[in-house]
Structures are given as structure tokens and as C-alpha cells.
């Protein structure tokens, strides 16, 4: 979103209501083309029609554009950067977005662990107990059966924007075949900048997170990125993430924690 007429009282009120809204997974103040990224997750094209529009509603004052993107497949890679070293784990398919969800019943107590560890996934197997009132042997056995489910799917941290610059950079070429899929999924793959590629459609192609020590660095990357893809490449538009007031991939139905009898 690109913003306008936006005062101090203004941005406290969006913060506020996207932090609150369940369908909210993350959401970026950027400096650049766009003021603001927001990470919606909904049921169905429906559920997510009418949470923009209530949005779109509610601070039509404060949006002068947009632009939407439906996320297809996403990669994530490790922090290679950090130790200074090439690239070599696996990188983490999180492509859920283009499957059939298969619903799954879960009871309170995984639900509670689950709302628990997107809140802090830090928290120990004895943290967690206490907060539940069940053993931590059972706490244990509930997350490795929730990791073999493919439920958990992993674990992350979140590195302070003001120690390591952070870029969103969104690729549009003017065709993509499979040869430039390839081309810029392995490109992602083998560059420790790069944290994770999303592919989309919409307005853009895929979308790059990029962290990087200096702001030298990441002028270092985009000119090898302008380079590398010169022939396809159409459009790049970066955006550096100021702040990231909320991230969580479990935004829904969050519960409400008691301890369990």
C-alpha cells in the first residue's frame, strides 16, 4: 500500500488494527515505493474479499494505491550470511499456498501449545507445561506428533531491522518460462543474502527477502540481480522493511489461555 494523510494518531490506529485482526499474519512499515506490506491468510477468496474491503473501508482516507499479490509457492533458506559461508542445507519448501488443505482436527491443549509457540517459539517444553498445567513429557509428545503431521513445519527467529537492513524486492519479467523459474530459483538458492522466495501472481512475479550486514552489500546484490536477469527482467522495485510490528503464521482462532484442568 502506498499511504497518505497519515498523522502519528492515524498510523497508532492501523497498527492497532492489523495487529488485532486474525486474518493478519505479518505486516511491514517499508521505506520506499510502498509505506506498508500486509500477509493476509483466509478460508477462501470470499473470506478474503471481504476483510480488504472492510480494510480498504475503514482508512480509504489513508490509501492512495495498491497492489495485490496471491503467493503460490514460497522457499525459505538459512542464515548462511551470518557465518559467512556458501549456502549448503536444504532450503525449507513452506509451499503450502497452491495445495489442498486438508483439514485437521485439533484438540485445546495442541491448539493452547500452538498459540503459545507462535507467540514465542523459544518457550521450553517445561515453560509450556506450566502455563497448561499438563507434564512436560506430554508437552513433548504433542509437538513431535504435530512436527510428524506436518503441522509444525519449523522454527524461526526474527533479526532486529536496525541490525541487519532487511529488503523486499519484487521481480517482474517481461514472460516467464520454466528455464527463468529455474534460473531465479537456483539463483536464490545459492545466494546466503537471500532468505526467502516467494512466487506469485498479480502484479509481480516473485518476491525476494533479503538481509544483508550494510547497505553496501544489498546495493552489491541488486546490481548482480539487474545483471544476471537483464534480457527478462522488466521491473524491480525495492522496499526496505523500517519495522515489523507483527509476525505470525498462526493468526487464526488464537486461544485464549487458561490453565487446564
Request: charged share 25%; with cysteine; aromatic share 10%.
Amino acid at each position: 500500500l502506498t499511504l497518505r494523510n497519515l498523522t502519528i494518531d492515524k498510523e497508532h490506529e492501523i497498527r492497532t488494527y492489523l495487529k488485532e485482526n486474525q486474518h493478519v499474519t505479518t505486516f511491514n512499515f517499508c521505506d520506499g515505493v510502498y509505506d506498508l506490506v500486509i500477509g493476509l491468510i483466509a478460508k477462501d477468496n470470499s473470506s478474503l474479499y471481504k476483510e480488504l474491503t472492510k480494510f480498504y473501508s475503514d482508512f480509504s482516507l489513508q490509501i492512495r494505491s495498491k497492489r495485490i499479490l496471491n503467493i503460490v509457492d514460497v522457499k525459505s533458506y538459512p542464515r548462511d550470511y551470518l557465518l559467512e559461508k556458501k549456502r549448503s542445507l536444504i532450503p525449507l519448501n513452506r509451499g503450502f499456498h497452491n495445495e489442498i488443505i486438508k483439514e485437521v482436527k485439533l484438540d485445546k491443549i495442541n491448539l493452547s501449545i500452538l498459540s503459545l509457540l507462535t507467540k514465542n517459539a523459544r518457550l521450553s517444553s517445561t515453560e509450556i507445561s506450566r502455563k497448561l498445567n499438563i507434564s512436560a513429557t506430554s508437552v513433548i509428545r504433542r509437538i513431535k506428533s504435530m512436527q510428524k503431521e506436518k503441522i509444525i513445519n519449523g522454527y524461526s527467529i526474527h533479526l532486529a531491522e536496525k541490525f541487519f537492513p532487511t529488503h523486499i524486492v519484487m521481480l517482474e519479467f517481461n514472460h516467464i518460462s520454466s528455464n527463468i523459474e529455474k534460473k531465479i530459483l537456483s539463483y536464490a538458492a545459492n545466494n546466503n543474502k537471500i532468505t526467502y522466495i516467494a512466487k506469485t501472481f498479480g502484479e509481480c512475479d516473485f518476491v525476494l527477502n533479503i538481509e544483508t550486514r550494510n547497505f553496501q552489500e544489498y546495493r552489491t546484490l541488486i546490481i548482480d540481480i539487474k545483471s544476471n536477469f537483464s534480457k527478462h527482467l522488466y521491473g524491480l522495485i525495492p522496499l526496505l522493511i523500517l519495522d515489523t510490528p507483527k509476525l505470525n503464521f498462526y493468526p487464526i482462532h488464537q486461544t485464549k489461555l487458561t490453565k487446564l484442568k
